[in-house]
């Protein structure tokens, strides 16, 4: 098999018969126009004359990058057969759909899938949303973690269902924060627990060799330009995967190797020194600064939103977000917000008295769409000062909400949510959310130093 790199998690998989493009992103900035590609995509029309399959891992803007699936040629669109996970919702192939796509195909759960004389697809769905993807072909097997978070479970369940992998692609930098106050404490943290997970997925995989990818970007608002000075740089990472023995090549856009090649590299990585020096240049790149919004018309997003919340969860349920104080630079004033009953109004709160701190434009984002919270933490444009629980239980409804897992009655009741959910904890959701919880509470240890 054959990988080559054309932008942050964006990679072409000859196997064969197949032709497998990963998470296309060519243009456009993500996350509420807070991430930015680093380095030039390697994307030409031409380059799609011979794939046949388009795997989209989840719905984040950096995976199901909306500009770039819109902009394709419409007889490709037309051609290419789209894979994604089996879910509860077809709102993934509905949106292609619409944008002119016409073949799907949805992937099970741990099973492997012939896609093509002599090549196998495994698809291994991580917590909610995140998915991984095996490609087995000629003896060999391509593992694309993307930025899932697997535990040493995980990989022994994927190794069993796989049989071997050679190469694992995997993220290795930071993907955005949780708006701890405490930067210098918890953001060291956060980017040494992504090294090892690294680390670690490699050892547990038994992998050949990792090729890091899927942090290939830059935080470019100018309230989040911060985060860049604590990922983790590609010198780090190749210095930390050599110290423990482990064997880790980069690929540059544009190029492309065997596996037999990434395995077999020996001496310099010369892709690793090119991104290196992107890196060191980070600061002179571009940056943004939102014009402010008036509270008035976030006003009338925060009434939407409630009306949207009390439809799909119990009342009972939403009561527990207690109000929240929020200061706003960009204002110079505070407001505070009844999610529950759906009101934000100006208020004479100072900025250390604030339970959250951010612009009025991310503040506004986050309450238009139910992925607006999971945005907000993801750019990391905000800081939680104060009742960082209420605020995570916020995030949580809405992730819930984003992924169609509605708690009303009417429903949850609803038979093909019930088998999904059924399923996904059969194969060991409630213990990948269990790490989840470990990695936040690891944050706030350091927080609270």
Known sequence: MDISLISHASVVIDAGGARIWTDPWTSSRAFNNSWSLLGQPAYSPAMLDDIGYLWISHEHPDHFNVPTLKGLPEDFKRRVVVLFQQH???????????FGFVHFKSLPNGRMVSLAPGTELMCYQASFGDSCLAVRHG??????VNDAELSATDCRRILRRVGKVDVVLNQFSLAGYNG?????????????????????????LGARVTVPFASFVYFSSNDNRYLNAYGNSPARVGAYMGEHGARVRFLFPGEGATVAELAAQDGPDEALARWQALYEQVDRLAYSIDPPVALPDIARRVDKFSASM???????????????????????????????????????IVRCDADIVLNSQPLEAAFSYPSGFETLAVSGRFEVQHHMKNWQLLKSLTILWNNQIYLRPRYLLDPRLLRYLA???????????????????AALRADSR
């Open 88 to 98: 509860n919702s077809d709102k993934v192939f509905a949106a292609l759909r619409a």
């Open 139 to 144: 003896g060999e097997v391509v593992f694309n």
């Open 180 to 204: 701890y106050p405490h930067r210098d404490r918890v953001l060291p943290v956060l980017a040494d627990e992504k090294l090892a997970r690294l680390l670690n997925n490699h050892r547990e």
């Open 310 to 348: 009390r439809e799909f969860f119990p009342s009972i349920l939403i009561r527990r977000i207690k109000p929240i104080s929020f200061f706003l630079p960009d204002l110079g004033h505070g407001a505070r917000c009844d999610v529950a009953g759906g009101m934000l109004e100006q208020a004479a």
């Open 423 to 441: 399923a996904r904890i059969r194969a060991g959701l409630l213990r990948q959310m269990l790490g989840k919880a470990r990695l936040r509470a």
